[in-house]
């Protein structure tokens, strides 16, 4: 978002998602997302989705 300068009160309201689920999102505490919403943040972003997602084993994460 910040290479793209957009916030993430813009982002959410071009992408149709409330800036609490947006944010929960953002700081990697969501346990899922729709393949709906991660098309609609890549196409506005420009991106793609391993551009944003990091996969992290929940065996070693604190």
């Given at each position: 978002?910040?290479k ?6 813009e982002l ?22 729709r393949f ?26 604190i």
């Amino acid at each position: 978002m910040a290479k793209r300068k957009i916030s993430l009160n813009e982002l959410s309201g071009k992408i149709d998602i409330t800036p609490a689920n947006l944010s929960i999102l953002k700081t990697g505490k969501a346990k899922a997302i729709r393949f709906s919403t991660l098309e609609a943040i890549c196409k506005e972003l420009n991106c793609q989705p391993g551009d944003i997602l990091e996969y992290q084993d929940e065996e070693n994460t604190i």
